[in-house]
T-cell receptor, first 109, second 112 residues
């Protein structure tokens, strides 16, 4: 069965520092991978996706994700965190069935 | 262009009551889905539809019914509410080829 895993329930970062939110996957064949963000009391919003090609994918709000086939990972990154980035982040596979359990990002001053 | 609209935003039900959660989209997307979100469990797919007149079950369909008479609307019915159905419910849409989902802002349901 195909799956994604987010090993951290919460990530704490100081504003201005780089952030990483981790995701690993288990997929047969070439994976398509997505990241979504959920702000309080809102639905999920699409951030970025990986299909094929460059291993570094750029998305909305200055986020990017690094695809690593050997480590079966698709970590979300941002060079300099903002307090406004505080939210819940989900990685996902296509098809609308498989979402990670979510990682809460807390950025503090 | 409102995207995906869910109503109501909040609802409290008594055990055994029934209700319908509404979802409407103005994006002309073929696919619509209902999810529930519970702490520590991410999103779980309840039912989905690939077009008007076509619906299918997701991971956790028990206790819920759906119908899709038009492209725009995809209501979710709770037949006899139970406390285990206390959750936040999200409706989502996407085009078949993109897999990029657009979500509504959710309905927070409490069953007492």
């Amino acid at each position: 069965a195909q799956s994604v895993a987010q090993p951290e329930d919460q990530v704490n970062v100081a504003e201005g520092n780089p952030l990483t939110v981790k995701c690993t996957y288990s997929v047969s064949g070439n994976p398509y991978l997505f990241w979504y963000v959920q702000y309080p009391n809102r639905g999920l919003q699409f951030l970025l996706k990986y299909i094929t090609g460059d291993n570094l994918v750029k998305g909305s709000y200055g986020f990017e994700a690094e695809f690593n086939k050997s480590q079966t990972s698709f970590h979300l990154k941002k060079p300099s965190a903002l307090v406004s980035d505080s939210a819940l982040y989900f990685c996902a596979l296509p098809g609308g069935v498989t979402f990670g359990t979510g990682t809460r990002l807390q950025v503090t001053l | 262009n409102a995207g995906v609209t869910q109503t109501p935003k909040f609802q409290v039900l008594k055990t055994g009551q029934s209700m319908t959660l509404q979802c409407a989209q103005d994006m002309n997307h073929e696919y619509m889905s209902w999810y529930r979100q519970d702490p520590g469990m991410g999103l779980r797919l309840i039912h989905y539809s690939v077009g008007a007149g076509i619906t299918d079950q997701g991971e956790v369909p028990n206790g819920y019914n759906v119908s899709r008479s038009t492209t725009e609307d995809f209501p979710l019915r709770l037949l006899s509410a139970a406390p285990s159905q206390t959750s936040v419910y999200f409706c989502a849409t996407h085009f078949r080829d993109t897999n990029r989902y657009t979500f509504g802002s959710g309905t927070r349901l409490t069953v007492v």
